[in-house]
């Protein structure tokens, strides 16, 4: 059975993301309308005019339902067989980059948060 808090929570989120989509087209930005939703959460989170509480029970369901949303992209993959292997050296250069930028990065951002926490205390 699915709680009011979640049914809320669920409406929220589809709130921002409509909110994204709606600055997207409006604007005619190349950026997605769920990136700039995802953008507008985090900006409400941070400056905390939404709490955490108010979107963690969809977060949740969401989270534990994450392996559902990795058969279309995997389906997709299935269908271009043929491209990958004519293309398989730009791609693992691509991924091999991406995976690098995404580990530099977060290890800075571990160092910085780390040397902020060692001056607060």
């Given at each position: 059975?699915?709680?009011?808090?979640t049914?809320?929570?669920?409406?929220?989120?589809?709130?921002?993301?409509?909110?994204?989509?709606?600055?997207?087209?409006?604007?005619?930005?190349?950026?997605?309308?769920?990136?700039?939703?995802?953008?507008?959460?985090?900006?409400?989170?941070?400056?905390?005019?939404?709490?955490?509480k108010?979107?963690?029970p969809?977060?949740?369901?969401?989270?534990?339902?994450?392996?559902?949303?990795?058969?279309?992209?995997?389906?997709?993959?299935?269908?271009?067989?043929?491209?990958?292997?004519?293309?398989?050296?730009?791609?693992?250069?691509?991924?091999?980059?991406?995976?690098?930028?995404?580990?530099?990065?977060?290890?800075?951002?571990?160092?910085?948060?780390?040397?902020?926490?060692?001056?607060?205390?």
């Amino acid at each position: 059975m699915i709680r009011k808090e979640t049914v809320y929570s669920f409406a929220m989120l589809l709130v921002v993301l409509g909110a994204g989509n709606a600055i997207s087209l409006g604007l005619h930005l190349r950026v997605p309308g769920n990136v700039i939703g995802m953008i507008l959460l985090a900006v409400c989170l941070l400056t905390r005019l939404v709490d955490v509480k108010r979107v963690e029970p969809a977060a949740d369901m969401l989270l534990s339902e994450i392996g559902l949303f990795f058969v279309p992209p995997g389906v997709a993959v299935m269908l271009y067989f043929d491209v990958i292997a004519r293309q398989w050296l730009p791609l693992v250069v691509g991924i091999a980059g991406s995976l690098l930028a995404v580990l530099w990065v977060t290890a800075l951002a571990a160092r910085l948060l780390e040397k902020k926490e060692a001056k607060e205390d």
